[in-house]
């Protein structure tokens, strides 16, 4: 089974500071993907990575950047931290015909 | 652009029936994929059903099926009898290539579904 993991469930941050969300998959797959899930807005996709060091921007990566050191981990960083970005985070990875998500982090930015 | 469109914020059901969830999709693609996704309260997305746009026959996947229809650009999801466990959140997405080196996906708003005994 692909494992895909999130290192926090819960996550209260202040407005302002840095933050790295990080995520991990065992799978060996190339593509990696963060998304924000907002009620009313579905899952919109932030970046996304389809190589080592490689990414591309999704449709809504506005305050946020990536990083992709290693092939199983994909961390989202928020640069500094704002109210506005208050959400549930996703990561996924894919293979052929599925997406497999994470657990996701549920960040509230005082 | 593509997009999905999910028109049922919420829906009831009771428990043994049958429910439609409604979606419908837009895009300029021929090749595509269409995909459903449930997530309960616990937050998790879990894979449901696929389908490609040269499929020819409807998904099939257990109690779930996918009412494909191309011309009208719909790609409803069809649960049969039921159960309180499928209780959740439901989200139609659309792939833009039906293979490919990047697999993004667009979602839907989602419906929410809840299960009455």
């Known amino acids: 089974d692909v494992k895909v993991t999130q290192s926090s469930r819960y996550l209260v941050k202040r407005t302002g500071e840095k933050v790295f969300l990080e995520c991990v998959q065992d799978m060996d797959h190339e593509n990696m993907f963060w998304y924000r899930q907002d009620p009313g807005l579905g899952l919109r996709l932030i970046y996304f990575?389809?190589?080592?060091?490689?990414?591309e921007k999704g449709d809504i990566p506005e305050g946020y950047s990536v990083s992709r050191e290693k092939k199983e981990r994909f961390s989202l960083i928020l640069e500094s931290a704002s109210t506005n970005q208050t959400s549930m985070y996703l990561c996924a990875t894919d293979r052929l015909n599925e997406q497999f998500f994470g657990p996701g982090t549920r960040l509230t930015v005082l | 652009a593509q997009k999905i469109t999910q028109t049922q914020p919420g829906m009831f059901v009771q428990e043994k029936e049958a429910v439609t969830l409604d979606c419908t999709y837009d895009t300029s693609d021929q090749s595509y994929g269409l995909f459903w996704y449930k997530q309960p309260s616990s937050g998790e997305m879990i894979f449901l059903i696929y389908?490609?746009?040269?499929?020819?026959q409807n998904a099939t996947e257990g109690r779930y099926s996918l009412n494909f229809q191309k011309a009208r650009k719909s790609a409803n999801l069809v649960i049969s009898a039921s159960q309180l466990g499928d209780s959740a959140m439901y989200f139609c997405a659309m792939r833009e290539r039906e293979s490919g080196a990047t697999n993004k996906l667009i979602f839907g708003t989602g419906t929410l579904l809840a299960v009455q005994p």
């Open positions: 389908q490609g746009s040269y499929d020819e």
């Open positions: 990575s389809y190589d080592v060091k490689m990414k």
